[in-house]
Each structure stands twice: as structure tokens, then as C-alpha cells.
């Protein structure tokens, strides 16, 4: 058989890699123990590869040491994988496993670990999954907390989540005025729909508020109905961490945190069907784009319009109910974002790719689409989409966020390539900037206007495969135009430079600085949404505590940590702040810097109930900074 030659320059960017020696004690090979948490980790997150016989550095490159007698460490790795005390689901094929060979003639084996369907999740490992269940953190397997353990349990046993019937509830927790008003919608959409002929009980039982399990001979109120049409407090005896929440922020130069709230406040019912009609009337409000003329009439319903109702229904019945994050829903003057809690059932390719439907909250699902809103065919992402791409806006961003756990979809009201942004790249890069091709130019546009790009973003952008990107990516970065912070899945790329765009305003774009060098230049620290917390004339000090790290990519780990307690002593400030600060993208402080941080109770939120908050902010926390 012929082998390919092992090029640890090779190893893609694309996915998250992890490289063991697997050398054993004698030099000759062995399956090390520590494979079995990457490979529960990367099939309980987003897959990955493991590399066997490669040792990473510590300045993120990798090196082949081989493996002399590889069939060893096979052998044992498919008789543990058979074994369900070690691994309670074998995901590999003999396909995902590659042999390669090193010019000293030993080997390097490669393991592609796929993604877990939900209805294997968890795996987990040594026959215990409370124990043994493993996610993939900031480059590092993390043992699962309990209740995402029995969350994945449940989502594993139950194809619908809304479908449970509730013990001891009754029509008495529904609030009648929110059933009626679902009821003449319907009656408006349809009027000659059989289900308007039935009483209350028998009108929420055809849509699927009311249930009897056949069975068990159980019969009651389902946590759809509930969800749907119910008042507040019965709704949050039934899920204690059932909160929503809609926020109208300002424009970024304003101290007002938001102009315009829906949240459970006591003046409305508090169910799902309320929300959205209280919410979908403020997601239209202001909304400057052209009507369309269907024939001579005027069609008041634009793309804009079915792409906002679309990604709003779309939120709510896929949300995770009972988690402990909040639905946050949130309208910016430059963009809209959807924030429900709970990952995604499928991919983000294959949510986008649409056909493929897994629904979490089927019933929920079928109640907005008897009144018109979304389908149940897989199709509402791409939808979103397609009309958004009508008004030649911004592909819609979609990530899937593991820690903590959350879907979200932001629609920027900017077009693909904005003649600001073009200006602006220009101006920084000259006559490089003209010699890109379209991708390229897409690649820094997308870089420039939203602080910074990863693989998965592009491949929205783009539609490229993420191999075409990996070389895209590297190939700027070569050429001085892009900045890669981290490697592996968590790479994220920035503009070279500090090139910042004010887009409060989808018609102006205007260039606020550029790159920043040394201690004497004034920082502004007016950074988008957020006023810092101390007087301009710190900026130099702030540069001073950044001096160290300031731009420099093969900082330590340690350096970047402790030069982010200093700056965050007794202040707040942004991720956009810090990356300003320290020349590097927001993204990759938040994720590989500030999120441990977190954990390890060496920072706080400024907002601690919204993680996620659009305003976010962070300082060092008191017992730290004294």
C-alpha cells in the first residue's frame, strides 16, 4: 500500500487539531490515554482530528516524532473503540483513520473525529456520563457540567421538547386574551379553517396545547400550550430560567443603554405568542427601505420585512428553554440580532444549506405556521438569507456557540462592499488593495466591518470551501493585509493595522483612526456602545500598561493575562477596547484570554445576567486588584 508523506506544515486551520505523541514508554507506540477526552470532546462539539506521533511547540507549530510500529496503537484503538466501558459510541469508519510516513521512516497517524448527531450525544467515556462527558474549550477538553450532560439527554430522548404534558396545570395558567387574539389571526389567514369551529379546550387541543398520551391514558396542558399562550408566573414555575428580553439600543455615541424594552416585566401575559407581537411591530418600526408594487398596488411586506419576521419565529421554536440564558432579541442602527438559548440541532453548513429540519420545539413550530409564520420543511435560515441578499446587504452571520450555549443570527443593514469600506482599504493599502480578486476583496471588507474574520464567517461570505479559505486567509496574511490571531478552529484574522469604521449609519461610513503607534499617540477609547469608565487623559497610562504586549504576537499566554488585569484594574472595558489597546482582534481576547478569565473568578461582567450583552464589558474583580 502507498503512504503519503507526513508535512506537519499541512495540518489545516480549518478544524480543531490535537497532537499527541503516542510514543509509550518504550519509543515504539502506544494509544495514549488522554485521546479518550479529545475524542468525547470533539464528538459532543464540533469534530476535530487527532494526530498520533506529532508533538506540538509552544510557539502553535507542529512536529512529526512518528510512531515505529503503528499497528500496535490501531489495534488497541479500535478494540477500546468496540468496547462500550470506554467509549459508549464508535463514530470512526475505516476511512477516518490515515496513515502517513516521515522522511526518518516512522509513521503519523491521523483520526478524524465527526461531530456527534443529537441522538448520540453524549458521548462520553469509561461507562459513566456524568462523569465521563467531555466539550472542546479554548483549544482544551473540558468535563461537562451535570445539567449539559441530562440537557443532552433530553434533547437525545426527546424529538420535540415542547411536547411534554405538565402535571397539574390547567386552562386557568393560559391567558385567554393571548389564545383569542392567536385565534383571530387565524381566522383572518384562513376562515374557513376547521379548527375555528371548536370551543377553547378543543381548539388547544387541535394545535397541539393540550394532549393526551395514549399510553399512560395522561392527559393536560403541554409545555407548547404553556409556552405559547401562558402567563409569566406559570410559565417560570414549570422553567425557572425562562426569561425574554427585547432591547432598542442607541446610537454608539449615547450613554443611554437602550431607548425602547420588552421584558417580563408584569404588564403583558409573558407567552411566546405576545412577545412576538409586541416585538415584530418595534422590528418594523423605522425600517427605511423601498416598497415593492405588485402590479398597482403598493406591497408594504419587503424582503427586509419577511426577513425580520422570519429570523424572529425562527428564534423562538428553536429555542432551549431551559437553559439558563436568556432569548435576547436586539435592534441596533445598523443591525438586528437574534440570540435564542441552545445550540443548534444540525450544523450551521446544514442549517444554511436548508432541506434539513430537527426542530426542538415542533409544536411551537406548527402553531406559527398555521398562522402564516415559517415552515417546517428546514427552509427559514436560507430564507433569511435570500431576502436579506435582495436588499444587497451582508450575509447574515449564524454561530453556533458552545460555552455558553446559544444560537445566533446577526443582519447588518450594510451592503456586501460598502464604497466607504472600499475608501478606507484603499487608503491603508494602496494599489495592493486593487490587485485582490473578488474573494479577497469580500475577505478584508468582511474583516474591516465586522473586526474580524474566521473561516467559518468567509465561507458565508464567500461560499468557498473552508480549504480554499485556509489558503485565502494564509495568503493575506503573507501579504501583510490580514493579522491571524490563534491557529487551529480558534484563528481569527484582522485587518493589518488599526482601521476602524463608524457603521452607526448603513449610508455613512466614516474612517474614525488608523494605526496607532507607540505611547503618544491619543487612544480613543469612545469605543462602540460603551463609555469607559475613566477620563481620556489615562489613555496614556492604559498604553503604558499595554506596552508590553502591545502588538506583539509571540507574547506569552502569562503576559497577555497580566496585562489584562492591569488594564482592567478598577475600570471596565470592551473587547474592542482591549483589542485596541493590545492590537489584537476582539475576538480572539474574548475567547482564548477573557472567557478562562471568567472562570477562574480573575474578571467580572459589567452586565453578569447577559453574557452576551451587546455592551459587555469586563474589570478585574476587587480581590484581584487590590
Known amino acids: 500500500m502507498n503512504y503519503s508523506l507526513f508535512d506537519a506544515a499541512s495540518i489545516r ?78 463514530l470512526l469508519t475505516d476511512a477516518s483513520v490515515r496513515c502517513y510516513v516521515t522522511d526518518t521512516g516512522r509513521w503519523v497517524l491521523e483520526i478524524e473525529v465527526p461531530r456527534a448527531t443529537r441522538k448520540l450525544r453524549p458521548v462520553f467515556i469509561n461507562g459513566n456520563p456524568l462523569k465521563g462527558t467531555y466539550k472542546r474549550l479554548h483549544s482544551g477538553d473540558f468535563r461537562c457540567r451535570e445539567e449539559d450532560v441530562r440537557r443532552m439527554l433530553a434533547e437525545q430522548s426527546e424529538d420535540s421538547r415542547d411536547a411534554r404534558i405538565l402535571v397539574r396545570y390547567r386552562l386557568a395558567d393560559l391567558n385567554l386574551d393571548s389564545l383569542n387574539a392567536y385565534r ?106 423601498p416598497f415593492y408594487l405588485q402590479g398597482d398596488k403598493r406591497d408594504d411586506d419587503t424582503p427586509v420585512h419577511k426577513a425580520l419576521r422570519e429570523a424572529l419565529v425562527n428564534a423562538l421554536v428553536h429555542a432551549d428553554y431551559s437553559a439558563s440564558l436568556p432569548m435576547l432579541i436586539t435592534k441596533a442602527p445598523a443591525y438586528f440580532e437574534f440570540r435564542n438559548p441552545g445550540r443548534m440541532r444540525i450544523t450551521v453548513n446544514e442549517a444554511l444549506a436548508g432541506g434539513h429540519s430537527d426542530c426542538r420545539n415542533r409544536l411551537l413550530q406548527k402553531m406559527f405556521s398555521l398562522i402564516g409564520l415559517g415552515e417546517q420543511a428546514g427552509s427559514g435560515i436560507p430564507r433569511v438569507m435570500e431576502n436579506w441578499k435582495l436588499q444587497h446587504y451582508r450575509p447574515p452571520e449564524l454561530l453556533d456557540s ?120 491619543h487612544l480613543d477609547m469612545t469605543s462602540t456602545h460603551l463609555p469607559v469608565e475613566s477620563d481620556p487623559s489615562d489613555d496614556a497610562m492604559l498604553i503604558m500598561f499595554a506596552d508590553e504586549v502591545r502588538g506583539k504576537g509571540k507574547a506569552s499566554n502569562e503576559a497577555i493575562r497580566r496585562t489584562l488585569l492591569a488594564l482592567c484594574r478598577g475600570r471596565f472595558l470592551t473587547p474592542q477596547q482591549l483589542g485596541k489597546l493590545l492590537l489584537r482582534t476582539p475576538h480572539g481576547l474574548r475567547e482564548r484570554f477573557i472567557k478562562p478569565m471568567l472562570e477562574e473568578r480573575l474578571l467580572e461582567r459589567r452586565f453578569p445576567q447577559l453574557p452576551n450583552h451587546e455592551q459587555q464589558a469586563y ?5 484581584d486588584s487590590e
Open 13 to 90: 486551520e480549518d478544524i480543531d487539531t490535537e497532537a499527541k505523541r503516542a510514543t509509550g514508554r518504550d519509543g515504539r507506540g502506544a494509544l495514549p490515554e488522554s485521546i479518550w477526552e479529545t475524542y468525547s470532546a470533539f464528538a459532543n462539539t464540533e469534530g476535530g482530528i487527532i494526530f498520533l506521533g506529532v508533538e506540538e511547540r509552544d510557539d502553535g507549530t507542529f512536529h512529526a516524532v512518528g510512531i515505529a510500529e503503528p499497528d500496535r496503537v490501531l489495534n488497541d484503538l479500535w478494540a477500546q473503540l468496540c468496547n462500550p466501558q470506554k467509549a459508549s459510541h464508535n
Open 402 to 521: 458552545v460555552e455558553p450555549e446559544y444560537t445566533l443570527m446577526r443582519l447588518r443593514m450594510v451592503s456586501l462592499l460598502p464604497s466607504g469600506v472600499i475608501d478606507a482599504l484603499r487608503q491603508r493599502f494602496g494599489i495592493e488593495f486593487d490587485k485582490l480578486n473578488e474573494h479577497e476583496r469580500l475577505t478584508l471588507s468582511t474583516a474591516l466591518i465586522e473586526g474580524y474574520v474566521i473561516n467559518a464567517r468567509v465561507q458565508q461570505v464567500t461560499g468557498l470551501h473552508p480549504r480554499d479559505i485556509t489558503t485565502l486567509l494564509r495568503n493575506l496574511v503573507r501579504s501583510h493585509l490580514l493579522v491571524s490571531d490563534g491557529r487551529g478552529r480558534g484563528s481569527s484574522y484582522r485587518i493589518s493595522g488599526e482601521v476602524l469604521l463608524d457603521l452607526d449609519s448603513s449610508t455613512h461610513l466614516e474612517l474614525r483612526s488608523t494605526h496607532l503607534p507607540g505611547r503618544s499617540t
Open 184 to 289: 383571530n389571526r387565524l381566522a383572518s389567514f384562513k376562515p374557513d379553517h376547521p379548527y375555528l369551529s371548536a370551543d377553547t379546550l378543543g381548539f388547544l387541543r387541535m394545535i397541539g396545547g393540550w394532549r393526551k398520551d395514549r399510553s399512560s391514558d395522561e392527559e393536560g396542558l403541554t409545555l407548547a400550550g404553556l409556552l405559547m399562550f401562558g402567563e409569566h408566573q406559570a410559565i417560570q414555575e414549570a422553567l425557572p430560567y425562562y426569561f425574554l428580553d427585547y432591547r432598542e439600543m442607541p446610537a454608539s455615541d449615547s450613554k443611554t443603554e437602550w431607548i425602547d424594552r420588552v421584558t417580563l416585566d408584569g404588564t403583558w401575559s409573558g407567552g411566546l405568542y405576545d412577545f412576538y407581537r409586541l416585538v415584530i411591530q418595534r422590528l418594523y418600526r423605522d425600517l427605511q427601505v
Open 619 to 623: 474589570r478585574a474583580r476587587e480581590s
